[in-house]
């Protein structure tokens, strides 16, 4: 059950990645389970508390990709696409690391936030799901999402003049 899990997050990841992209579904999957069998486990609450920690190791898992293959292209920076559709559609290695960057400055200055985009663009997890995974209801998750989306984007714009420098 836990591995149909991930490889329905992990299968969303790659298909929205570049054509061509080389990191497999089942190459996620197999490196998401390593790490969260790997060490201390935390205390799984419930499926939305796990699948909130699986996002975030497979956003991990995804960063460290496209910083080493953004290390060996050198390829010019570009700005990471952000809309309420799909926050993980994110086609260039770049790209993915300046949303990370932009995600973990959100986390800075407001972690749930930066809890509630990983839970619903990384993990899939509706606004109920999350809602039950941190004790808000649901109107209180969509409204800290969309102003979550709203600061991210402001945040990739404001960035977007330093990448092209």
């Known amino acids: ?7 329905r997050l992990a299968d969303g990841y790659v298909r929205r990645e ?39 190791i497979m956003r991990q898992i995804l ?8 290390s060996q ?6 700005r990471a696409p952000l809309d309420a559709a799909d926050v993980a559609a994110v086609s260039r290695p770049a790209a993915m690391i300046d949303l990370d960057d932009a995600l973990t400055d959100l986390e800075k200055r407001d972690e749930r936030k930066a809890r509630l985009i990983e ?7 509706t606004a109920e799901e999350s809602a039950e995974a941190l004790g ?3 109107p209180v998750v969509r409204r800290e999402l969309r102003l979550a989306q709203a600061w991210l984007e402001r945040e990739l714009e404001r960035r977007a003049p330093e990448m092209h420098a």
């Open 136 to 138: 808000l209801t649901a």
């Open 119 to 125: 839970m619903r663009f990384f993990g899939g997890l």
């Open 73 to 78: 292209k050198r390829s010019a920076a570009l």
């Open 63 to 70: 960063v460290d990709y496209a910083r080493r293959r953004s």
């Open 1 to 7: 059950m836990v591995y149909a899990e991930l490889r």
């Open 18 to 56: 570049r054509p061509g992209h080389t990191l497999q579904s089942t190459a996620l999957v197999h490196e998401a389970y390593l790490r969260l069998c790997a060490g201390s486990q935390p205390d799984y609450q419930d499926r939305a508390h796990f699948m909130g920690i699986a996002a975030r």
